[in-house]
């Protein structure tokens, strides 16, 4: 995933007032990353970047602790 879809992501998360976001993909570019993390300094608002591999191996409760 790319950091395009992750700002249109950013853009409904703030239209709808919401404080944290879940977003799966296969993988996700350093772009997308990194915008991940620039949006919650400036906002806040937490976006939970998970991958397929994640909930496949049953990790996601440790990326949501």
Do not use: H
Not at 27 to 41: L, P, V, W
Request: charged share 30%.
């Amino acid at each position: 995933m790319g950091r395009p879809e992750i700002d249109s992501f950013e853009a409904a998360l703030q239209r709808e007032k919401r404080t944290t976001g879940f977003f799966v993909a296969f993988d996700y570019s350093t772009d997308a990353m990194t915008e991940i993390g620039a949006f919650f300094k400036r906002t806040g608002i937490m976006i939970r970047a998970l991958t397929v591999k994640d909930i496949l191996d049953e990790q996601i409760a440790r990326k949501l602790a």
